[in-house]
């Protein structure tokens, strides 16, 4: 196995854990106690012909913890040729994910008698989506967990979403004891700017979601790890990448790999939990440089834990009680009609 000597930038989070639910201050006159307003995101839209702005927004009570999804179509009636997504949200927020099923697919299902997602439209509340996604139907698009990415794809490379796409939009906020929504609110914006010239397109991004789900942490443990790896078939460069898992997580790790199971170079590393670092890799202005695996090649990542608790951490979705460890990379070149690779 080649050295564990990084060839990269680490990455580290450098954002402290989120405050608690309520800013308390001491009683002055008999004053209430002090509480963060709410400040909502801004994000200006896409001049016409350049791109859609997708829009939700939904309440977050005090004490409670929000996964909403909002089914709906994309709203355009042309292929859009995506080169740049831009996201913001308010505080509170654990992540925002886009999936999209490919119409080719959505059609096999409806076939075949699957019971797709109603559409909701992006107006509402959403509705409670803490199961997880139809893996088997829809693809990741793009997850965002920081309150503002601004991440322009490399030059050439586009993600396609096919007009009139079947799409989820997936939001998660938090307001209770390890993150707080101030003014009990959420919103949450997405640009999709798409290429001012189709024809200079020369490739596709794909999307890789790994997905680790046999956590087990310990109580009274310490730096317990966690591993696996995911290929990719045909190979690819390796252009964005971020780590996700919840409040317990210490380092987050990812090595590039030859084979999809030995880590050799490292090329992403993580201590915050609430604001993992979206690691754009394209040499540039200090980010680390692309990474380029041969076919059957991949990511190998790790994950560590420390469980103060008297009780055994597993996984699942909520952020109070349960753990993730879930990595999204981004690579190319991939076929615009392709699945989403997945490894669970």
Known sequence: ?????????????????????????????????????????????????????????????????????????????QDLEVVRYEVAYNRGSHHMNLFRAIPTVEQQA????????????????????????????FDLVVGSQDTKLDWSLPQGVAYRLHANSLMILQSHFVNGRTQATPGDRAEVLINLWT??????????????????????????????????????????????????????????????????ITPQNQCYRSANWAEPPFVVMDGREGRPAPVTVPRNGGLFYTCSFDNPGNTPITFGPHVEYEEHCNLFAYYYPSDPDARARYCF
């Open 1 to 77: 196995m080649a050295s564990n000597t990084s060839r990269f930038r680490q990455i580290e989070g450098v954002r402290s854990l989120r405050s608690l639910a309520l800013a308390a201050m001491p009683l002055v006159s008999g004053c209430a106690p002090a509480i963060e307003p709410y400040a909502p995101p801004v994000l200006a839209p896409p001049p016409a012909g350049r791109g859609v702005q997708l829009r939700v927004a939904f309440d977050v009570p005090s004490g409670s913890e929000q996964q909403r999804c909002w089914t709906f179509r994309l709203p355009s009636m």
């Open 110 to 137: 409806r076939r075949d008698g699957v019971d797709l997602p109603a559409e909701t439209g992006l107006s509402g509340q959403g509705v409670e989506c803490f199961n997880a996604i139809d893996f088997d139907r």
């Open 195 to 260: 290429a001012e010239n189709p024809a200079t397109i020369q490739h596709h991004l794909g999307a890789m979601f790994a997905n680790n789900r046999q956590l087990n942490i310990p109580p009274r443990s310490t730096n317990v790890p966690f591993s696996r790896g995911c290929d990719l078939p045909a190979g690819g460069t390796f252009v964005a990448m971020t780590g996700h898992f919840h409040s317990r997580g210490r380092t987050f790790t990812v090595w590039d790999s030859t084979d999809g």
